[in-house]
């Protein structure tokens, strides 16, 4: 197995780009694991969840999601909590001699990659109008202060449920779409504050390799 490590750098607007990152690792024609090890996202100014889903979205742009990945996270992210793995100094181990199995992929139309959680939200903190879907079953259809969306580790893919204080509420499918008047998303703890009319967040056709305990 030949296996290489990808982190950012401190200042990582200074630094390579996750895609460069990547492009740079594939060169290898013998490599078959990538390790992404974020430092603290204080040292680095990055989300390590933001960092994991930046690198397997350019994988997954490159076609050559046979590539196995492994996560060190440098503590617990929803990522870590979602896929049950570990983190900070016990997960070095496991990213060297753990095992890869294939997962869902979770994407985004524009490409992006989701790995820990995502939200759609109303713009500006207001609550969010419109309607969402997981699969064919109706999430809501109205006024909500949320919608909250999180992959899945087996089939069918995804999950997606109205924000709420109490446990539950989720429906699972291959896809959560949202359609609203004043509609942002959250992806990994980041808000894009452009307005948009519909996202959808669904299984992508080929899987990707996660290395797991």
Avoid: C
Wanted: without cysteine.
């Amino acid at each position: 197995m030949s296996s290489t490590l990808l982190a950012p750098t401190t200042g990582a607007a200074d630094g390579p780009t996750p895609a460069v990152l990547v492009e740079q690792a594939l060169e290898d024609p013998d490599l078959t694991r990538v390790i992404v090890a974020p430092p603290d996202a204080a040292e680095s100014g990055v989300e390590p969840d933001v960092f994991l889903s930046d690198i397997v979205a350019a994988i997954m742009k490159q076609d050559r999601l046979d590539v196995e990945i492994a996560y060190v996270a440098p503590y617990e992210t929803p990522a870590t909590k979602v896929y049950k793995l570990k983190y900070g100094a016990h997960a070095m181990a496991m990213a060297e001699s753990g095992v890869a199995q294939s997962l869902p992929l979770i994407r985004d139309d524009a490409a992006t990659v989701l790995v820990g959680r995502a939200r759609h939200l109303g713009a500006d903190g207001e609550k969010l109008h419109g309607e969402a879907y997981v699969d064919s079953d109706r999430l809501f259809d109205g006024e909500v202060d949320a919608v909250e969306i999180e992959p899945l580790p087996e089939e069918p893919g995804v999950r997606g449920r109205v924000a709420r204080w109490l446990p539950g509420g989720w429906k699972t499918g291959r896809a959560v779409q949202t359609g609203g008047s004043n509609l942002v998303v959250e992806r990994e703890g980041v808000v894009t504050e452009r307005l948009v009319k519909r996202s959808t967040f669904y299984r992508h056709h080929i899987d990707w390799k996660l290395v797991g305990p």
